[in-house]
């Protein structure tokens, strides 16, 4: 499966942005899809996962009540909708994805097959 990230961009302190990952190449459906990111001279970090249907979220603590991941499967696409936006927020954003049909989802990255090319978020203050 291939997948593009984009979305990302400048914004404010407390401000909003929605990133899209548009998967092609396989039955999206069937794949646990994850958001990372990771900012100038950390690792990179989980922030949210959905399952195969969306029955099943995660998130990273520091993101929980503020970013609510999606996804639509008709449209091959996967949603992180990222409010209240610090600057600690500031980082490029990768979504990833495997194939599982597994309930829950997976918060490493080592879990994950298939890898975005990232789209940048600037939060300023």
């Known amino acids: 499966v291939q997948l593009q990230a984009f979305g990302g961009g400048l914004v404010q302190v407390g401000g909003s942005l929605r990133l899209s990952c548009a998967a092609s190449?396989?039955?999206?459906?069937?794949?646990?899809m994850g958001w990372f990111r990771q900012a100038p001279g950390k690792e990179r970090a989980f922030v949210s996962a959905?399952?195969?249907?969306?029955?099943?979220?995660g998130y990273a603590d520091s993101v929980k009540g503020r970013f609510t991941i999606s996804r639509d499967n008709a449209k091959n696409t996967v949603y992180l909708q990222m409010n209240s936006l610090k600057p600690e927020d500031t980082a490029v954003y990768y979504c990833?994805?495997?194939?599982?049909?597994?309930?829950?989802?997976?918060?490493?990255?080592?879990?994950?097959?298939?890898w975005g090319q990232g789209t940048e978020v600037t939060v300023s203050s």
């Open positions: 990833a994805a495997v194939r599982s049909d597994y309930g829950g989802v997976f918060h490493g990255s080592t879990e994950y097959d298939y």
């Open positions: 959905i399952n195969w249907s969306g029955g099943s979220t």
């Open positions: 190449g396989r039955t999206f459906s069937g794949y646990t």
